[in-house]
């Protein structure tokens, strides 16, 4: 048996495809958990009325009043580090009970996976998407179904680009692995398996 457990982390803005490649690698990791981290917010909305809660990862600037990069990232860091607890609780879990475990979504902070490596085979991937015309295409397919979505996505479009850069600038100094997800997905997915611990 294994000693260490492998734990992928897909992370990225608005319609990066980390629900889609998650489910692809989900299929190389065959006894893998997927744990969708929209789903631990959800959660942590019924648990919490930290006013924190009512914003989205590219709308966290407003509860400053400023739209500058400085106030979307300090805003951002505040929202990704309040689900910290269940995220640790997850990585505990893989390590005590031998589970692999995928995570797919916006609040994966590589600083607090790091701090589980050396129990974990921790392989983080952070997705984005390069051209801004390829990225609002995307965003116009993920929201085919949901107009008000799409609204909303098309007015916070320079903010969401702004998240994307800083993400990068952070998985740059975290060494990270950076996917730009414009190519196919089964390129993307090649990519992908080919850097796993």
Known sequence: ?????QVVGLYGVVATGKSTLAHHVLGDLKEADLVVTDNLLAIKRMQDSNPIWEHSSYSQWER????SKESLWKGFLEYRAGMDDFMACILRRARDQKVDM??????????????H?????????????KDPEVHKARIREKCMYRPSL????????????????LLI????????????TSGSIDDVH??????LV
Do not use: C, W
């Open 1 to 5: 048996m294994k000693t260490a457990m």
């Open 64 to 67: 400053f009043g400023n739209p």
């Open 102 to 115: 995928i995570f797919e979504g916006i609040h994966i902070a590589p600083m607090l996976f790091d701090q």
């Open 117 to 129: 490596k050396k129990d974990l085979s921790i392989s983080l991937f952070l997705l984005s998407i």
């Open 150 to 165: 799409l609204i909303r996505l098309e007015e916070y479009f320079s903010r969401i680009r702004d998240l994307q850069d």
């Open 169 to 180: 600038e952070e998985a740059q100094s975290q060494k990270v692995h950076i996917i730009d």
């Open 190 to 195: 090649r990519a992908i398996r080919e850097r």
